[in-house]
């Protein structure tokens, strides 16, 4: 059971690149998200899906894209990169029909730095 | 609005003490649910508790203790004899109830370090 997997671990972008940033669950969870990581800002949320085919804005949505065509993977697009965007981003996942309290299972974050 | 404030930025402990990590919340919804997650050294995300807003039990794990009160919107963590082990981030979090968005709301963290 491998959990919530993120990959890369570490990217380098120059400003105006885009890339993806992968998110993978095996655990049938329907509700996914992606949060970034800045210091003294805490983890903000940028997107989330409650299921395939659904997804909605967090926080910090400008700049990214998501799409969830199937339950296990929810990938975010960074479409052209900015300085502004380095950080620690993670993915999280937890169930949503069984209830709210559900915790959310993260992966082990991607460390994005753009030049 | 959710909002989660753990006004605590760092604090710095000396093995063995006792230390308590602060979190208050503000939501409209009367049901909700509050999560305390560890962010150790090597950067994962550890989830360590969750608390409905309808149980006020406190819950103790341990060296570990967690006081809910409602009637001051807070949910604080304990800490009792503190190990090296335990110098983290810690996160809390708060996640509203059914008819509400989703959105997981965390506090900006606190960071706990725990010297010999």
């Known amino acids: 059971n491998a959990g919530v997997t993120q990959t890369p671990k570490f990217q380098v972008l120059k400003t105006g690149q885009s890339m993806t940033l992968q998110c993978a669950q095996d655990?049938?969870?329907?509700?996914m998200s992606w949060y970034r990581q800045d210091p003294g800002m805490g983890l903000r949320l940028i997107h989330y899906?409650?299921?395939?085919?659904?997804?909605d804005q967090g926080e910090v949505p400008n700049g990214y894209n998501v799409s969830r065509s199937t339950t296990e993977d929810f990938p975010l697009r960074l479409l052209s990169a900015a300085p502004s965007q380095t950080s620690v981003y993670f993915c999280?996942?937890?169930?949503?029909?069984?209830?709210?309290?559900?915790?959310?299972?993260f992966g082990n974050g991607t460390r994005l730095t753009v030049t | 609005a959710q909002k989660v404030t753990q006004a605590q930025t760092e604090i710095s402990v000396v093995e063995k003490e006792d230390v308590t990590l602060d979190c208050v919340y503000e939501?409209?919804?009367?049901?909700?649910?509050l999560f305390w997650y560890k962010q150790p050294p090597s950067g994962e995300l550890v989830f360590l508790i969750r608390?409905?807003?309808?149980?006020?039990q406190n819950e103790i794990s341990g060296r570990y203790s967690w006081n809910f009160q409602k009637s001051t919107s807070s949910f604080n963590f304990t800490i009792t004899a503190s190990q090296v082990v335990d110098s983290a981030v810690y996160f809390c979090?708060?996640?509203?109830?059914?008819?509400?968005?989703?959105?997981?709301?965390f506090g900006t963290g606190t960071r706990l370090q725990v010297t010999l």
């Open positions: 899906s409650v299921g395939a085919g659904i997804t």
């Open positions: 939501t409209r919804d009367t049901t909700y649910y």
């Open positions: 655990m049938n969870h329907e509700y």
């Open positions: 608390r409905n807003s309808f149980d006020e």
């Open positions: 979090a708060l996640r509203g109830g059914p008819g509400t968005a989703s959105k997981l709301t």
């Open positions: 999280a996942s937890s169930y949503w029909v069984t209830g709210r309290n559900s915790p959310l299972h």
